[in-house]
């Protein structure tokens, strides 16, 4: 009763507020039942090698077919699926649906997948790769999990040991978003990743701004001495893929080679895995 009153007051004064709040509190009711009632999707967008354009994998983007709303972007999601511990579920399914995906796929081409920082702080992570590898027979060189600083922002022993675990098990890892987080060098030479995924801020600017260019450059030559490869995310237009090999990028991806697409469109590409889209 007594909080009946409160809500009650509480919307007389700020509307909107209480409206946000309800469609908060519904759209966490609506998560909670979403995974096992199957109404997430996974799009694909592809990876290319920087120098011959070839094909080399496509990098899962989850997105949920929502029965209100319709399609919702992660943006709108993940994070409210963290905060709620949604992700544990969603993660998992996630990943066992990309392997399985790529197991079928015409060419052993890798599939990468995004990992939460809250997947980390499983100690289940690496046995449920392991699971999801096992269940699809899907060979652990083609699955690249990528990951952000913020999982390493908290670095401690346990997150170091579960990256080798996962190194371990054959699969790649990924620094996905290289450039937004802090301290980022230190990082990486705290364990050692495949690749850097350079963040689509850094590739957009290249062409108006040197320092955008050199900053590329700068991580592109580090990941070169260091043995990772270095993807430019985000290359939308002819010259940024020209700056992105000049400057040393070994890999690209963006919307010039292919958008997020579902799984029965991704035909086209191993027919013509060499051709451009645009
Ligand atoms: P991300 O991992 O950095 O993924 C790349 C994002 O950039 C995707 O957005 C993709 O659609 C977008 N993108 C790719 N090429 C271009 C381009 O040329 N131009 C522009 N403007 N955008 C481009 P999306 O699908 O909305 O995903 C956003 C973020 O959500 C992802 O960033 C990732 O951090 C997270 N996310 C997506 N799928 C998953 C997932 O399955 N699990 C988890 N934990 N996070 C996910
Ligand atoms: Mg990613
Ligand atoms: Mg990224
Ligand atoms: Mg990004």
């Not at 908060?24 to 009711?29: T, V």
Request: charged letters at 20%.
């Amino acid at each position: 009763k007594a909080k009946m009153e409160g809500r009650g007051t509480c919307r007389s004064f700020e509307p909107g507020m209480d409206a946000r709040l309800q469609e908060r509190r519904q759209l966490e009711a609506e998560l909670a039942v979403a995974v096992a009632d199957n109404q997430f999707v996974l799009h694909y967008q592809p990876l290319h090698e920087a120098m011959t354009s070839k094909l080399t994998g496509f990098e899962a983007l989850v997105r949920w077919n929502h029965p209100r709303l319709g399609l919702l972007a992660p943006s709108e999601f993940i994070h409210l699926s963290e905060e709620t511990g949604v992700i544990d579920a969603l993660g998992e399914w996630i990943l066992r649906q990309a392997c399985s995906d790529a197991a079928q796929w015409p060419l052993p081409v890798k599939v990468a997948v995004n990992l939460s920082p809250i997947q980390f702080k499983q100690q289940g992570l690496p046995l449920q790769v392991a699971a999801a590898l096992a269940a699809s027979s899907l060979m652990p060189s083609r699955l690249e999990l990528e990951i952000t600083e913020s999982v390493l922002l908290a670095h401690n022993e346990h997150t170091i040991e579960t990256l080798h675990s996962l190194r371990d098990l054959g699969v790649g890892i990924a620094m996905d978003d290289f450039g937004t987080g802090y301290s980022s060098l230190s990082y990486l030479r705290s364990f050692p990743f495949n690749r850097i995924k350079i963040d689509r801020s850094f590739v957009s600017l290249m062409c108006e701004s040197s320092e955008s260019r050199a900053i590329v450059k700068a991580v592109a030559d580090l990941g070169s001495t260091l043995g990772m490869t270095t993807t430019a995310e985000g290359v939308e237009t002819e010259d940024q893929y020209r700056l992105a090999k000049e400057n040393g990028c070994t890999d690209v991806q963006g919307w010039l080679f292919g958008r997020p697409m579902p799984a029965s469109e991704l035909a086209a590409f191993f027919e013509a895995p060499h051709a451009l889209t645009a």
